[in-house]
């Protein structure tokens, strides 16, 4: 998000208010009328700033509640997915009906299986392709994701799905919840099989936890053609659609703000701020609209990391890290600094090797990102997964989790610590219902780490739970898991 978005950015705000300052200062009447009608417009004018600002905050945190219950429901983590939901939220997943409340959430999630991740159980549920609409009162929003499935009972069954979330959102006490979630599962099917083979009913109603009420939305699921119903109009051709301006969310205009302020401010209400208090507003502006250019230029970096690895780009790769930068992928242990992380990379193939028949696509997704709140440092939790593989050799999957840190260094955001779990590797002919118990890579003798791995993991049919590095959103509470022996 560039701060040309706005039609006036909070710095040069700042400096007309000096100068409404120094006319407010001025020795004659007219100057301090001047000067009081500048601070006027200058008000209104943070005021529609602020509303820009207080918006693109509430899509953001949308985004990131819907990640986080796609990391949840990954691990069987219902307790936590289901803290995510308003007290009279709802649930409906596919056939099988409406749950109401979270308590209701909560029984409906444990039909998934134990809380807690499961030896021999693969539930990853990526939520992708965000579109996000936060109503003009900042107080509701409704969100479209597509949800990708791998899920899989080790030595029973491993499938493909496909779903369509249409979600609405309830800002309650300044926190964002869930208040419907509603995933209409379009396509499931065998993973040895696949889609133009095999193609799986959605499953109705339990009779063990008959829901509340019945489905809201009678369909079937692929082969039948359908579309999920979309709460947004075409943004271009609608007759509702409207041009895309710096007030944004149908916010009345400068002019007609400041209308509004000296308006009220004669009619004996709230004065117009001083020019020192608008000048401290107009720091807070640019100080969150700060934080939100950190996310975007976080979130660009993190896509930009896997478009260099899918392509062996190791000077590239190496120079996003900061000098004192690590990195440790696959418990092959940490490897610290520059010269460091370039040797490392040399583990995945050399730079300089022929790329003819390679296969190492690297998708970076689904961010969870936490900036500091002087901008300084962040932390990211985010999913990768892999298309990786060597013509007429062999083909297979990587699926993981980074848990990442990041610094800005002279203005520039830099990678800090580099960690990614790997949640499995599984050869394409093989799949997830078959495939052998394997350990991560692990050490590589003749090209050793600086240090230790700092956190031993083990790889699907194992369970493992990659550490957060937030708690949870609504009740700030924080998981653990003791690994079982």
Do not use: C
């Amino acid at each position: 998000m560039s701060r040309a978005a706005f039609a006036t950015p909070p710095a040069a705000l700042a400096a007309a208010a000096v100068v409404a300052l120094a006319a407010f200062g001025g020795s004659s009447p007219s100057a301090r009328s001047e000067g009081s009608a500048s601070i006027a417009a200058l008000t209104a004018r943070a005021l529609t700033l602020e509303r820009d600002i207080a918006s693109l905050e509430d899509e953001k945190a949308v985004e990131k509640l819907q990640r986080i219950y796609g990391f949840y429901t990954d691990k069987q983590l219902w307790t936590q997915a289901a803290d995510l939901f308003a007290a009279d939220g709802t649930i409906e997943v596919g056939a099988r009906g409406v749950y109401v409340g979270k308590d209701r959430v909560l029984a409906f999630l444990k039909q998934n299986g134990p809380e807690f991740p499961q030896p021999g159980r693969l539930f990853d549920q990526m939520q992708l392709q965000p579109v996000v609409h936060v109503a003009e009162d900042g107080r509701t929003a409704k969100g479209r994701w597509h949800m990708f499935a791998q899920e899989a009972v080790h030595g029973e069954y491993a499938h493909w799905g496909l779903g369509t979330f249409e979600n609405e959102y309830v800002k309650e006490g300044g926190v964002w919840k869930i208040q419907r979630l509603h995933l209409y599962t379009t396509m499931y099917t065998t993973y040895e099989d696949g889609w133009a083979k095999v193609a799986l009913a959605n499953e109705g109603p339990s009779s063990t936890l008959p829901p509340d009420r019945p489905p809201s939305v009678e369909y079937k699921a692929f082969p039948t053609a359908f579309v999920p119903p979309l709460h947004y109009d075409n943004p271009v051709t609608s007759a509702a659609a409207t041009p895309v301006r710096a007030s944004g969310n149908g916010a009345r205009s400068a002019t007609q703000s400041a209308v509004l302020v000296a308006e009220d401010s004669q009619a004996g209400g709230p004065a117009a701020p001083s020019p020192a208090a608008l000048g401290s507003s107009l720091d807070a502006l640019e100080h969150r609209l700060g934080l939100l250019e950190d996310l975007t230029q976080l979130e660009r970096m993190n896509s930009i990391y896997g478009y260099y690895l899918a392509h062996l780009q190791w000077d590239d790769l190496t120079g996003i890290f900061a000098p004192t930068g690590t990195i440790e992928i696959a418990m092959r242990g940490v490897y610290a600094g520059s010269a460091s992380v370039r040797r490392n990379l040399n583990l995945y193939g050399q730079a300089t090797d022929s790329q003819f028949g390679l296969q190492h696509n690297h998708m970076q997704f689904q961010p969870v990102i936490d900036v500091a709140p002087d901008g300084q440092s962040a932390k990211m939790r985010s999913r990768a997964l892999s298309i990786m593989g060597q013509w007429q050799r062999y083909s297979q999957w990587m699926g993981g989790v980074y848990e990442n840190e990041y610094v800005k260094e002279s203005g520039v955001w830099k990678i800090k610590h580099d960690q990614v779990f790997n949640t499995y590797f599984v050869p394409y002919t093989v799949g997830w219902r078959t495939v052998m118990p394997r350990l991560p890579p692990g050490i590589t003798d003749t090209n050793p780490p600086d240090a230790p791995p700092t956190h031993p993991f083990e790889m699907y049919p194992k369970p493992f739970l990659p550490p957060f590095h937030y708690p949870n959103p609504v009740t700030g509470a924080t998981v653990s898991w003791t690994p079982p022996q």
